[in-house]
């Protein structure tokens, strides 16, 4: 499922986004830090590896100010660079290159390879509360005429549920807002702390929505474990932060 690029590997690819017409990179700290550029994180030097790798320029490549809400942005007439506060990006056009940036945060990747419309996500517990993950699945049909039945997904690596331990002001509020689903997604640690799943909740989430369950790659590779390949902000603190790049072919 997934294939790593470089020596030391500087991003990885998901071979289903790949077969679904998705160049895309999800980049590891050998990529160097995007948080080292703030407010220009694509500038001339900014991403040479992955954009490189994908036969993209860096300018070309649109964003968001991340406010770990549900704002889904439509990119297809902004200027490169910065297109809004948000979330969420999606397009229809190919070629055009959208981000994400994190450090134990889900990215998500969504694309219709028949109509062509593509989205990508940033999604920490604040945005799997607030059900980011099957809104980004409603923005792309609503805005495009994309399929749910037909979309592929795939989630990159993220803080995983052997690490992510949480307490009461955030699963309060996750019990509140899906309370059929919430004990599938946090595992009891301790009095007041549980094992928070990021993974599972978003990807039950898609497939509310109606995407296939087999239709949603995850490698299910942790953030704070993975401190050889990837930057981890409960593990190191502010600091490194990974990207996740996605174009149509």
């Not at 590997?9 to 160049?23: F, K, Q």
């Not at 992955?50 to 704002?71: I, K, M, S």
């Not at 959208?98 to 998500?108: G, H, M, Q, Y």
């Not at 699963?171 to 799943?197: E, V």
């Amino acid at each position: 499922m997934v294939t790593f690029h470089g020596t030391p590997p500087t991003y990885l690819t998901l071979d289903p986004l790949e077969a679904a017409g998705v160049r895309h990179a999800f980049t590891t700290r050998h990529h160097g830090s995007f948080a080292a550029r703030p407010g220009q994180p694509f500038g001339d030097d900014a991403a040479p590896a992955a954009l490189t790798g994908l036969g993209l320029d860096a300018p070309a490549v649109r964003y968001a100010r991340q406010v770990h809400g549900t704002a889904c942005l439509v990119a297809d007439d902004a200027r490169p660079g910065l297109v809004g506060e948000g979330d969420a990006l999606l397009t229809t056009r190919p070629r055009l290159p959208l981000a994400v940036f994190t450090a134990d945060c889900l990215s998500i990747v969504v694309v219709d390879p028949d109509r062509r419309a593509l989205a990508v996500a940033h999604a920490g517990w604040r945005g799997t509360v607030a059900g980011l993950a099957g809104g980004l699945v409603e923005a792309l049909v609503r805005h495009t005429g994309a399929r749910a039945d037909r979309l592929q997904a795939g989630i990159g690596p993220s803080i995983g549920p052997c690490c992510y331990e949480v307490d009461a002001p955030v699963i309060d509020p996750l019990r509140a807002a899906f309370p059929a689903d919430w004990a599938r997604w946090a595992r009891p640690q301790a009095p007041g702390k549980w094992w928070l799943d990021l993974w599972q909740a978003n990807a039950d989430q898609l497939v509310a929505a109606g995407v296939p369950p087999d239709a949603v790659a995850n490698p299910r590779l942790c953030t704070a474990c993975g401190s050889d390949l990837f930057f981890s902000y409960r593990r190191e603190g502010r600091g490194g932060s990974l990207a996740a790049l996605a174009c149509l072919d």
